[in-house]
């Protein structure tokens, strides 16, 4: 089975350092790999997909991941954060492309912004 | 373009009432997907629906049940209510011919059940 694992929960940062937040995936084949923002009391936004291609993805408001298929990683960066990115990121991956089957998130990592 | 609308945004129920759950894709989009959202983890995959029919299934018992309408809109209902069905309901709509997974997702249910 597809399983998600963003290996910190809780992420502070001081405004203007970079950020990394952290995601690993367990899958035999290959994957659909996304990064979703949830803003306090709102649904999911994308934030950006691999699909497939080049392994570095640029996503909206300035974040960027990088696909490693040796590590099985999707880690999400940004050279300079904002206190407007305080919010909850979900990791996600689709099985291959088939009809039907779910997005499995992680837990979630809490991004905390303070000046 | 409209996006994603779910009602209602917050609701109350006791145990064992039943609750109905409601949802409006995004304009073109034929795809519905339900996903469950416990406090502090991350949504979990309920089931789907495609042309009226439900095509796939998380691992969520037989008192989830939806159904999907021929405008695309949705309706999500959960029987004999329990204290761990206390959740946000997110709705998500795409389009499957494009098959990409890029779901997009309604503000969200939050129901409590006391």
């Known amino acids: 089975a597809q399983s998600v694992t963003q290996l910190d929960s809780q992420v502070p940062v001081f405004e203007e350092a970079p950020v990394e937040l952290r995601c690993n995936y367990s899958?035999?084949?290959?994957?659909?790999l996304f990064w979703y923002v949830q803003y306090p009391n709102q649904g999911l936004q994308l934030l950006l997909k691999?699909?497939?291609?080049?392994?570095l993805v640029k996503g909206i408001n300035g974040f960027e991941a990088e696909f490693n298929k040796s590590q099985t990683s999707f880690h999400l960066r940004k050279p300079s954060v904002h206190i407007s990115d305080t919010a909850e990121y979900f990791c996600a991956v689709k099985r291959g492309n088939q009809a039907g089957t779910a997005l499995i998130f992680g837990k979630g990592t809490t991004l905390s912004v303070s000046s | 373009e409209t996006g994603v609308t779910q009602s209602p945004t917050h609701l109350i129920k006791t145990r064992g009432q039943q609750v109905t759950l409601r949802c409006s894709s995004q304009s073109g989009h034929n795809t519905v997907s339900w996903y469950q959202q416990a406090l502090g983890q991350g949504p979990q995959f309920i089931f789907q629906y495609y042309r009226e029919e439900e095509n796939g299934r998380g691992n969520f018992p037989p008192r989830f049940s939806g159904l999907q309408f021929p405008n695309y809109s949705s309706e999500l209902n959960v029987n004999a209510l329990e204290l761990d069905d206390s959740a946000l309901y997110l709705c998500a709509s795409s389009l499957v011919t494009t098959n990409t997974g890029e779901l997009f997702f309604g503000e969200g249910s939050r129901l409590t059940v006391l």
């Open positions: 691999y699909l497939s291609g080049s392994t």
């Open positions: 899958s035999s084949v290959s994957v659909y």
